[in-house]
């Protein structure tokens, strides 16, 4: 059973970027289709981005598209977040999640089946 260990959150100010890392133990993370989302106080988890086994394939969602990036360190095991241009509203809690399903219905949370324990991101204005 693949354990997922988000780092890389804190404060930044707005306008500013961070780079947050899922690492994996127990498992080859280039087996699992792995996604990011995040999710503020008194609001639902909401997918920020995916990618495929293979990084052949990535999809992000709508507020983050074109400042976000996601990657793959299969050397180091880790799926990584490149967060640029970043606003007060990314303020949330990041999990990084995992899944054995292929690239599909990646953008719902209900298809993975690993969670990490997620990696505090505050954007001050």
């Known amino acids: ?9 804190g404060l930044v100010q707005a306008g500013g970027s961070l780079r947050l890392s899922c690492a994996a133990s127990g498992g080859t993370s280039s087996s699992y289709t792995t996604g990011w989302f995040r999710q503020a106080p008194g609001k639902e988890r909401d997918f920020v981005a ?10 992000y969602g709508d507020s983050v598209k074109g400042r976000f990036t996601i990657s793959r360190d299969n050397a180091k095991n880790t ?23 292929g690239f599909y219905n990646y953008y719902a949370a209900q298809t993975y089946d690993y969670w990490g324990q997620g990696t505090q991101v505050t954007v001050s204005s």
């Open 1 to 9: 059973q693949v354990q997922l260990v988000e780092s890389g959150g």
């Open 50 to 59: 995916a990618i495929s086994r293979t990084s052949g394939s990535t999809d």
């Open 79 to 101: 799926v990584n977040l490149q967060m640029n241009s970043l606003k007060p509203e990314d303020t949330a809690v990041y999990y990084c999640a995992a899944s054995r399903r």
